[in-house]
């Protein structure tokens, strides 16, 4: 092993990072604030890849980070592990969620209706211009309803599964404390169904939606629809010392099942923290996919898992960056050995040539 | 959630998990300001904790029915004990906000003492109509994108 020394790294290491903070200019409460009001949705994306949920610590993070997604990811997640944990919540169940958009593409007479929500998939993408003449863009106000809509909506697939539709599969009693976590266990293939599931909600958007998509073209077995989608407010139900349980607040969640006839009626499932449908349509593609015997290795589980992974990810690609001048030196070295060679050989035949014209015919 | 109402006009009013729901979920400058009243004459307060940390949020998936974790939520949580009275107080919130939970804990202690109930049973009251009064209005905004589908 050989090393290579640095001079004046740290003083050149020092610069480089005030050049890039200098860039940022000082980072304020009010920026941080006006991320967090003006980008909710990027803010939800990091939060879930980030599997931390606190708006402004992901606000600060992206400030601090100039944007660079992966960059606010990790200082998230350093952040998380300077934190106890110090409480396993109630599991989340169907009933228990504020739902504010719940669409199904599959079924158009679901339980409880359809409600769109907030959204844009259905408007005119066009540029307000005009704000960067200093008109501000200020958004029509909703016209509320007489009566609200409620609060909870029913179970589609408790509905199909009545119906016979799709195969029940009765959940085991689990403790909160007894689920299987990826935070404190390795990834092991088979992965356990709450392993996958874990790991698809803190996975890479982009990279969930590359694998999903390459599913969805038709590099599975599987034809997605959407059976259900659901953004909503999730209640954080921990336990009082003296045993009660409460809500201590509420997170916003997304979650979709998409729904595939390979044999018969079959459902992926995906959720994660914040409102990001892209991903969870994706990552319950590749969840349905990765179950099929023999998937294509684009939905493979295992390199579906492992690919998506944004911190490993993006920290081995840039990884690359830093330096290989010992490792690297020896393919330079075998590059020059080689032309060396070859110069070598060009020469020899141009004096056998002349001397023995038939030999070079025999050696071609 | 379970636990009988008692005599008390807070208990006799919200179950002990209501009367947490609502400090929870409560404006913090409205619990604080509370709390900074009942501190008054509650009397010497040890704090056990007061910090913040994880709170590992699982769900359940619709498909298999298989519990998993979903993520980590940062919380603020203080627990404290009033010797005088023999009462514990506990408060846990979503977020950093730990004088929050510090207020929570605070009211939830004398809640359990019985102490400032008026005041108590005030603050939970107006806290759950404005709760009740956001979350009738973004379920009205909602309803209003409520669609129905015919297929033609």
């Not at chain 1, 998380?80 to 599959?106: G, H, K």
């Not at chain 2, 008390?8 to 009243?37: C, F, M, W």
Request: a negative charge; aromatic letters at 6%; one cysteine or more.
């Amino acid at each position: 092993m050989a090393y290579v020394a640095t001079r004046g790294g740290e003083y050149a290491i020092e610069q480089a990072e005030r050049l890039f903070r200098a860039d940022l200019g000082p980072i304020t409460r009010e920026r941080v604030d006006a991320v967090r009001t003006g980008l909710p949705y990027l803010i939800d994306r990091l939060m879930g890849e980030a599997s931390l949920y606190e708006p402004d610590l992901a606000a600060l993070a992206l400030a601090q980070a100039g944007g660079d997604l992966y960059e606010a990811i990790l200082l998230l997640r350093a952040y998380r592990t300077t934190q106890p944990r110090i409480a396993v919540a109630d599991p989340i169940d169907q009933p228990d969620l504020l739902t504010v958009r719940r669409i199904s593409a599959a079924f158009k007479d679901i339980p409880g209706g359809q409600i769109l929500g907030p959204t844009l998939d259905y408007s005119h993408r066009l540029l307000q211009v005009d704000v960067l003449q200093g008109n501000d863009y200020v958004p029509e106000p909703v016209i509320p309803a007489a009566k609200p809509a409620p609060a909870t909506q029913p179970s589609l697939t408790s509905w199909q599964k009545a119906q016979g539709l799709i195969p029940n599969h009765p959940g085991e009693t689990v403790a909160p404390e007894e689920i299987p976590d990826l935070t404190r266990e390795p990834l092991l293939f088979p992965a356990a169904r709450a392993h996958k599931l874990q790991s698809l909600a803190r996975a890479d958007t982009g990279g969930t939606l590359a694998l999903g998509y390459a599913s969805m073209r038709g590099y599975s077995a599987v034809h997605p629809t959407v059976n259900e989608l659901r953004l909503a407010y999730a209640p954080v139900r921990l336990r009082h010392p003296s045993g009660t349980i409460f809500s201590a607040g509420r997170v916003r969640v997304s979650q979709t099942e998409v729904i595939s006839k390979v044999k018969e009626l079959q459902l992926g499932f995906s959720a994660t923290f914040g409102w990001n449908e892209v991903k969870v349509i994706a990552a319950a593609t590749l969840d349905l996919a990765s179950n099929q015997p023999n998937p294509h290795p684009a939905a493979n589980e295992e390199f579906v898992l492992y690919h998506t992974e944004p911190i490993e990810s993006s920290g081995f690609c840039i990884h690359f960056k830093l330096p290989h001048y010992v490792t690297f030196q020896s393919t330079p070295d075998a590059l020059r050995r080689v032309k060396t060679d070859k110069d070598t050989a060009a020469v020899k035949p141009a004096v056998t040539e002349k001397l023995a014209p038939q030999q070079e015919e025999v050696a071609l | 959630m379970t636990e009988e109402k008692t005599g008390n006009p807070v208990n006799a009013s919200y179950t002990h998990a209501q009367a947490l729901d609502i400090l929870a979920a409560g404006r913090p400058a409205h619990i604080k300001a509370a709390a900074e009243k009942v501190l008054d004459t509650l009397g010497e307060v040890d704090v056990v904790v007061n910090r913040t940390g994880l709170a590992m949020l699982p769900l359940i998936d619709t498909v298999r029915s298989t519990a998993f974790h979903l993520g980590e939520v940062l919380v603020s949580e203080a627990h404290i004990r009033v010797p005088d009275r023999a009462v514990e107080g506990y408060g846990a919130v979503v977020g950093r906000d730990l004088e929050h939970a510090m207020g929570m804990a605070v009211i939830d202690a004398a809640i359990a003492a019985g102490h400032q109930a008026g005041l108590i049973l005030e603050l939970l009251n107006a806290e759950r109509r404005h709760q009740e009064k956001e979350d009738r209005q973004l379920l009205q905004k909602v309803e209003a994108t409520r669609v129905q589908m015919e297929t033609f």
